[in-house]
Structure formats: structure tokens, C-alpha cells
């Protein structure tokens, strides 16, 4: 039982005989929305996510990038080893990033298969997700080929000043092995909302006081902070920290909004099958 969050589908009212194909599961805490976990047709991802005020601070999928789905995990460059011998493998490049085929390498999905929550305190709550990393649908593989499971662990603690999310996956290979980069297509994608974006106005200060323009090029940092006035007229921001593991100089960061936290940037991980690699990040919504 939830005693201070709660849970529920976002109820969407179609006509009879129709449903909704994809749906939004809301995260509220004492009444506050905090965030909602999203599935589109190709990744799940957090939109909206909130501050205390109530403020949304991400795009759910510009008309620039449709793929930069608020706040999403994703990898181009994936590749799957498929045996047809002996010691004989065919390598399938797939790209879990962007929607449509991409250089030449087709887009997969990222499909929510279970989700768990569980109440820890009466400010933080854990979700845990099960996804499937699906292939695309080929030759000899009509039904997608469900190439690796990513076990996703997101601890939200909302507040008074601002509202905490870590997000922590774990991906691991299914019948096959798998390599993933080097790309500068991942890992966590974080699309800003309209306002915050420099393009707009918007500001970006990272931990080393470098702020504006000169923190696109300077790459290694312990957090990125981006904010700016909100439509309610008090400043807001968004600014995240990567985790140890997943490295401060995997920074990709544009003027036009996308922030990005990625460890594949100059890497390649090869993963067998009993593998797994496992990347973080948190987001404080202010």
C-alpha cells in the first residue's frame, strides 16, 4: 500500500470499441504531480517531470528531433552477433536512438514489459522496470528479436525546493552477445522544455562556474544546471549529475536544448551473455 504516493494510468477517454496505444503512468506525491512514466512507440521515457511548483521542464518530442523524448535512454550503434556456423557470426546494427533507419542501421524499440514500485519512506519511492530492447521487425525475425533486458531502478524524492529522480539501468544481453558504440547517440537524453533552451534565453552553469555558450565545448564537469524564468514568472531548473561510473567527460550539450550524459561517446562495450553494464544518472528538478 501507498501511504503518501501515488500511482495511476493517465485515463484517456476514446469511444467505445477504440483504445489508447500507448499509455502514461502518473507518479504524484501528497497530492503534488512529480513526474509520469511514458511509452511511445519506440523508447519509454519520464515526461512530464515537475518542480515543487509544478512547473514541467523537459519536451516530450520536438518537431526538430522527435526522438529526444524528455528523458530517455537509448544507444545508437548496437550491434548483435547472430552465430549461422560454427565460430560464424553475422553482426545486425541496429540503432535504439532515433526513430527511423539511420545510416543504415534500423531503429529498434525499448518496450516496457513490468513495472514494480515500492513505498521506501514517505519521500522516497522505487520504481523498478523491466524493458525489452527489441530489434526491428526483418527477415527471419518478423516478431523483433528481443536482443537484451534492461532492468531500469528510478528512486524519486520530492521536497519542498525541488524534486530528486536517480535513475539507474542495468542492460544485460538475452541469446546473444552484443556490442554497443563508440556513438554520440546516448546513453541519457535529457530534451529541455521551450524557455529553458539557450535558443530561447535560457542559462547553463556547470560545477566548474563556466556558464553560456563556453559550456558546449568544455566537456568535463560534474553537473550541468540549465534554468531560466518560467511562465510563472520564478526561476526553474533542471540540472543533472552522472553518477561515478558513467564518467564526467561524456558530456554532449546544445544550445537548442539537448543535454546529453554519455559513456558509449569514445567506447565500445562488448557484453556476453551472463554481462551486463550498468550507467546512472540523477535530476533535480528545482
Not at 501515488?6 to 507518479?27: F, H, M, Q, V
Not at 548496437?78 to 543504415?104: H, I, M, R, W
Not at 518560467?230 to 537548442?256: C, E, Q, R
Request: with cysteine; charged share 20%; net charge positive.
Amino acid at each position: 500500500m501507498l501511504s503518501e504516493f501515488t500511482i495511476n494510468e493517465d485515463p484517456i477517454i476514446l469511444p467505445n470499441g477504440a483504445s489508447a496505444r500507448n499509455k502514461r503512468i502518473k507518479i504524484g506525491w501528497k497530492d503534488k504531480a512529480i513526474l509520469a512514466l511514458s511509452q511511445s512507440d519506440y523508447r519509454n521515457y519520464i515526461y512530464p517531470i515537475f518542480t515543487p511548483s509544478g512547473i514541467s521542464l523537459t519536451a516530450e518530442s520536438p518537431i526538430d528531433h522527435p526522438h529526444h523524448q524528455s528523458i530517455s535512454i537509448g544507444a545508437d550503434h548496437f550491434n548483435c552477433y547472430l552465430p549461422f556456423g560454427d565460430d560464424k557470426f553475422e553482426e545486425a546494427n541496429y540503432s535504439f536512438y532515433v526513430n527511423y533507419t539511420f545510416q543504415g542501421r534500423a531503429p529498434g524499440r525499448i518496450i516496457s514489459n513490468s513495472i514494480k514500485n515500492n513505498e521506501i519512506t514517505e519521500n522516497h519511492l522505487r520504481i523498478t522496470q523491466i524493458l525489452f530492447w527489441q530489434g526491428p521487425e526483418e527477415w527471419g525475425a518478423p516478431d523483433r528479436r528481443h536482443v537484451a533486458t534492461e532492468k531500469r531502478i528510478i528512486d524519486i524524492y520530492p521536497g519542498q525546493n525541488s524534486n530528486i529522480v536517480d535513475i539507474r539501468s542495468i542492460l544485460k544481453p538475452t541469446k546473444w552477445e552484443i556490442a554497443i558504440g563508440p556513438t554520440r547517440h546516448g546513453y541519457f537524453a535529457i530534451r529541455l522544455a521551450d524557455g529553458l533552451r539557450m535558443v530561447d534565453g535560457g542559462s547553463l552553469v556547470n560545477s566548474a562556474g563556466i556558464t553560456g555558450k563556453n559550456i558546449l565545448s568544455n566537456m568535463n564537469s560534474h553537473w550541468v544546471d540549465a534554468y531560466g524564468p518560467s511562465y510563472k514568472g520564478n526561476m526553474v531548473g533542471l540540472a543533472i549529475f552522472p553518477y561515478s561510473n558513467t564518467g564526467y567527460d561524456s558530456w554532449g550539450i546544445s544550445d537548442y536544448g539537448i543535454i546529453t550524459i554519455n559513456p558509449l561517446l569514445n567506447k565500445k562495450y562488448k557484453l556476453r551473455k551472463n554481462s551486463t553494464i550498468e550507467f546512472a544518472v540523477r535530476i533535480v528538478a528545482h
